[in-house]
T-cell receptor, first 112, second 113 residues
Framework: SQQGEEDPQALSIQEGENATMNCSYK?????LQWYRQNSGRGLVHLIL?????REKHSGRLRVTLDTSKKSSSLLITASRAADTASYFC????????????FGIGTKLQVIP | NAGVTQTPKFQVLKTGQSMTLQCAQD?????MSWYRQDPGMGLRLIHY???????DQGEVPNGYNVSRSTTEDFPLRLLSAAPSQTSVYFC????????????FGPGTRLTVT
């Protein structure tokens, strides 16, 4: 079964709006990562947040982590058409850090 | 650096045929992994390796074999292809400790008829 589950599965917004995607997971983690996948391409790493961090920023990206609720959110501010892609969360479990598992993803469409 | 390379990009197999998907990385990463991506299922881990000579199973290992004889290469073998193995396959690599972000190859689109 998938360790991470993203919500919503699809999101359509206007350019300039903010996009928020959520990820829930089941077991204790060492860190949580967000990746982006453009159609037909491999995944690209966006940002990593460790289990002892609560919030992290990178450019227009903001990630939060709530280990008590086993959930994370990715916020993309001032979205652009080029942000149109699928976004995945991936978890590194604290018991076996090599077994990185991914969620099913959120498909984001940013309308110009 | 070429990063992570995968060959072939596309492949069509008949049921029962065997083939090897190739994956190579030139970043001297110890950790390599194979995922399959199916619509609505996200990426599922097939096998992974933490170094040459060391491999382990992921979530969906049945029907696939791997070996890791060098740091650079991590081939994925389908011994007897089945239609259920129609998917897009991604190889990824990363350092074993410290930096956890994975680098992905461009993928292999496999169709089994």
């Amino acid at each position: 079964s998938q360790q991470g589950e993203e919500d919503p599965q699809a999101l359509s917004i206007q350019e300039g709006e903010n996009a928020t995607m959520n990820c829930s997971y089941k077991t204790s983690i060492n860190n949580l990562q967000w990746y982006r996948q453009n159609s037909g391409r491999g995944l690209v790493h966006l940002i990593l947040i460790r289990s002892n961090e609560r919030e992290k920023h990178s450019g227009r990206l903001r990630v939060t982590l709530d280990t008590s609720k086993k959930s994370s959110s990715l916020l993309i501010t001032a979205s652009r058409a080029a942000d149109t892609a699928s976004y995945f969360c991936a978890t590194d479990p604290s018991w076996g850090y090599q077994k990185v598992t991914f969620g099913i993803g959120t498909k984001l469409q940013v309308i110009p | 650096n070429a990063g992570v390379t995968q060959t072939p990009k596309f492949q069509v197999l008949k049921t029962g045929q065997s083939m090897t998907l190739q994956c190579a990385q030139d970043m001297n990463h110890e950790y390599m992994s194979w995922y399959r991506q199916d619509p609505g299922m996200g990426l599922r881990l097939i096998h992974y390796s933490v170094g040459a000579g060391i491999t382990d199973q992921g979530e969906v290992p049945n029907g696939y074999n791997v070996s890791r004889s060098t740091t650079e290469d991590f081939p994925l073998r389908l011994l007897s292809a089945a239609p259920s193995q129609t998917s897009v396959y991604f190889c990824a690599s990363r350092e074993n400790r410290g930096r956890y972000e994975q680098y992905f190859g461009p993928g292999t689109r496999l169709t089994v008829t």
